[in-house]
Nanobody
Framework: QVQLVESGGGLVQPGGSLRLSCAAS????????MGWYRQAPGKQRELVAV???????NYADSVKGRFTISRDNAKNTAYLQMSSLKPEDTAVYYC??????????????WGQGTQVTVSS
């Protein structure tokens, strides 16, 4: 079993920055990809950014140039550096990890979510 624990959310003014962290714990697992999703009130959960085990990244158009995802494979930890935050970035941010269960097969794990509020 893999557990994901997020940290780093909070209240920030428009134009500010925050850094989210997601640490995976457990035993005997290999993570393929790690990503961040977010869900605003009344909206569906959406992909924000994802990073593969070899460092390839993909971003939602709405955050390109403002957010940076990274990971430390040795620590099984992913980070999301968020800059130039806007009120529309307000949401609960969830960490996701794809854990390898076989060739080309992954099980999805989710963190509990961390609130990010962008407001003056």
């Amino acid at each position: 079993q893999v557990q994901l624990v997020e940290s780093g959310g909070g209240l920030v003014q428009p134009g500010g920055s925050l850094r989210l962290s997601c640490a995976a714990s457990g035993s005997g697992f290999t993570i393929n990809h790690m990503g961040w999703y977010r869900q605003a009130p009344g909206k569906q959960r959406e992909l924000v950014a994802v990073v593969t085990s070899v460092g390839n990244t993909n971003y939602a158009d709405s955050v390109k140039g403002r957010f940076t995802i990274s990971r430390d494979n040795a620590k099984n930890t992913a980070y999301l550096q968020m800059s130039s935050l806007k009120p529309e970035d307000t949401a609960v941010y969830y960490c996701n990890a794809g854990v390898v269960v076989g060739p080309g097969r992954f099980d999805d794990y989710w963190g509990q979510g961390t609130q990010v509020t962008v407001s003056s």
